[in-house]
């Protein structure tokens, strides 16, 4: 089964910068639109940036010229630089993409299919404090 890892998060001071990345494995084929998401303490999650495979670049409003997000195919990862942190910054960060890769069907069969999937990494913890 095709799974995402983050990693990478932690507590920093604001000003300080930290580095998130998120490593794919499984059976994987092809990945499309990657992107990172967060979710602070009582908001929803919200987009922070996304990635094509034709490495075109989107960030919301709020991070534009403090984060990067950038991507390595042959190493199935995404990274996420973050400079400048502020408070604001603080939260859940997720990791997703679009991927196609092996499925398993069934336990006897042993089968598995090839489609292409959204999956979402179990997140990492962002915290942005003095």
């Known amino acids: 089964q095709v799974q995402l890892v983050e990693s990478g998060g932690g507590l920093v001071q604001p000003g300080e910068s930290l580095g998130l990345s998120c490593a794919a494995s499984g059976k994987i084929f092809s990945v499309g639109t990657v992107g990172w998401y967060r979710q602070a303490p009582g908001k929803q999650r919200e987009l922070v940036a996304t990635?094509?495979?034709?490495?075109?670049?989107n960030y919301t409003d709020s991070v534009k010229g403090r984060f990067t997000i950038s991507r390595d195919n042959a190493k199935n990862t995404v990274y996420l630089q973050m400079n400048s942190l502020v408070p604001e910054d603080t939260g859940v960060y997720y990791c997703?993409?679009?991927?196609?890769?092996?499925?398993?069907?069934?336990?006897?069969?042993?089968?598995?299919?090839?489609?292409?999937?959204?999956?979402w990494g179990q997140g990492t913890q962002v915290t942005v404090s003095s």
């Open positions: 990635i094509t495979s034709g490495t075109m670049t």
């Open positions: 997703n993409a679009f991927i196609l890769g092996a499925t398993k069907v069934g336990g006897e069969s042993g089968a598995s299919e090839i489609s292409w999937r959204d999956y």
